[in-house]
């Protein structure tokens, strides 16, 4: 649970498109290897609160990564002081082959590729999901969808982050592979992670999630 | 032997042409802009050379060094001010506004400076490798400052590959050309890799326009003749695929070659636009301005 010394620390933070507002005044603390789901219906606004602290969309309030007030709209910030954003539909890299696509998540702290592929950040992600090893020199666009999560999340677990955040990660996937998916997610948290999952299914994430954080109408219930 | 020295020359041509299209196609990859502006900055190259040494009277190393960073300043400058303004800012422009707009603009502001300091005479910068042309296969000639062109255009692709396939930044690159948001995931500035290859390619254009220049001369408008066929040969590949563009750029310049050395010498250019639009005519699906990556 959050103590003193929170991860993350969110205050009255509000995220807006346009006039519509998605978020409103979410209030929360997530403390240091705490494992977190963030539930509600769809389009209540989780993937917004996700959007919001990782950087990607305008937000306002305040957010602190470990005490240290982050800058708002700074997703680079945001992956270096290790935060790590696996989003929606993974935004990987199509044309790029599946070891590049997880390569990359190196790039967070490293700009040196030999120091990339030597790391044990990289060696780790690789070795997350096995039966990604005989696809790693193929295009991630030709993956299928749940190899391309896992190489999503693999990538995101190259940036050696301190938060993983991962966004509906068995979106459209078979529940073979979701499984999966849950194996990976509760490896990473073993590893003294802190992970928030965003999920509209919450007893799959509470397999793994100590506590959740509902989200109803754009406010945290 | 005619056939055998028109191909010379149109590959000659056609590798700037191909220098060219890839500087166009890699920056709008990750830019989402058109740089309409790439042929002003080698005549910014051919006519800054040429006006340090034979006015200033500078060395030639020397006229070389501050005409390649004044390229790569007017570059930094232009990217930091104007686009950064035009996409970054809080009235960020979209679509063919910002495509085509801010680098047309661009290239007419070189082209107004360069009239005012270098006048509407052909120039050239001084040959780096003076002589007579090479002869070979006893009838086949190549300029000097041609197998210069070839020596560095086939450099600089070597050294474009190498960066993307065994540098974390060239792959970087390539990240913020397929997917920005994904980019930015994990770090990446896609607003830093446009303007280091905004500046990287300004630099090599200008390179370019030097080397060349003894063979053609240049005039203060000559840059935007230079952007349209890199442009067109760009437009061949759809703007996204480095690899169909230099496979236009040197098919263009071959065919331009052979238009002039076998059709006419006076209208070889104009028909080569003619034989391009029949070709987009035929094979409208052979040109196609595909959205860089969103995201």
């Known amino acids: 649970m959050a103590g003193d010394d929170p991860a993350l620390r969110v205050t009255g933070m509000s995220v807006a498109y346009g006039n519509v507002v998605a978020v409103h005044d979410a209030t929360f ?28 969309v305008p937000r306002s309030g305040r957010v602190e990564i470990f005490n240290a007030p982050a800058p708002a709209g700074d997703v680079m910030w945001m992956s270096r002081r290790g935060l790590t954003l696996v989003p929606e539909r993974r935004q990987l890299y199509p044309q790029l082959s599946a070891a590049d696509n997880i390569l990359l998540g190196c790039y967070s702290w490293t700009r040196s590729i030999r120091k990339a592929r030597r790391s044990a950040a990289f060696a780790r992600a690789v070795e997350l999901f096995p039966e990604l090893r005989s696809h790693l020199d193929q295009q991630a666009g030709t993956l299928s969808g749940g190899e391309q999560q896992m190489v999503a999340i693999a990538r995101g677990l190259a940036g050696d982050p301190k938060i993983f955040a991962v966004d509906e990660p068995c979106l459209g996937l078979a529940e073979s592979v979701s499984g999966r998916v849950y194996e990976a997610l509760a490896r990473i948290h073993e590893d003294g992670r802190t992970l928030i999952v965003v999920e509209e299914a919450p007893k799959r994430a509470l397999r793994i999630c100590a506590r959740q954080i509902e989200v109803r109408n754009g406010v945290v219930v | 032997m005619k056939f055998g020295n028109l191909i010379i020359a149109g590959l000659v041509t056609g590798s700037i042409y191909a220098v060219f299209a890839v500087c166009i196609a890699v920056w709008y990859r990750v830019a989402n802009i058109l740089n309409l502006a790439v042929g002003d900055f080698a005549m910014i190259g051919a006519l800054g050379v040429d006006n340090l040494v034979r006015e200033k009277h ?36 979209e679509g063919i506004v910002i ?91 896609p607003r830093r890799y446009r303007r280091i290859i905004f500046v990287m390619t300004a630099v090599l254009a200008a390179v370019f326009g030097i080397l060349e220049s003894p063979i053609t001369g240049y005039t203060f408008n000559s840059g935007a003749t230079i952007s349209v066929t890199g442009f067109i040969a760009a437009a061949y590949g759809g703007f996204q695929k480095p690899g169909r563009a230099v496979a236009a750029g040197i098919g263009i310049g071959i065919l331009e070659a052979l238009l002039g050395g076998y059709v006419s010498s006076q209208y070889g250019q104009t028909l080569l636009y003619a034989v391009l639009a029949l070709v987009v005519l035929v094979r409208p699906g052979a040109m196609g301005l595909q959205p860089a990556a969103g995201g």
């Open chain 2, 99 to 189: 495509i085509f707009f801010f680098t047309f603009a661009l290239s007419f502001f070189i082209d107004g400076v360069a009239k005012v300091l270098f006048g509407t005479n052909v120039h050239a910068a001084p040959a780096l490798w003076a002589g007579n042309s090479l002869t070979f296969l006893s009838g086949l000639h190549l300029e000097r400052a041609g197998l210069l062109v070839l020596a560095c255009a086939v450099a600089s692709g070597l050294l474009f590959t190498a960066y993307i396939r065994y540098t974390l930044s060239g792959k970087a690159m390539e990240a913020c050309g397929e997917n920005h948001l994904g980019a930015r995931i994990v770090g990446i500035d």
């Open chain 2, 58 to 93: 500078w060395s030639l190393p020397a006229a070389i060094a501050a005409t390649l960073a004044a390229a790569a300043g007017t570059a930094y400058v232009y990217d930091r001010i104007v686009l950064r303004l035009a996409q970054d800012g809080r009235r960020r422009q």
């Open chain 1, 29 to 56: 603390t997530v403390g240091k290897g705490d494992s977190v789901a963030i539930v509600g219906p769809n389009g209540n606004g989780k993937s917004s609160i996700l959007m919001g602290l990782a950087g990607l």
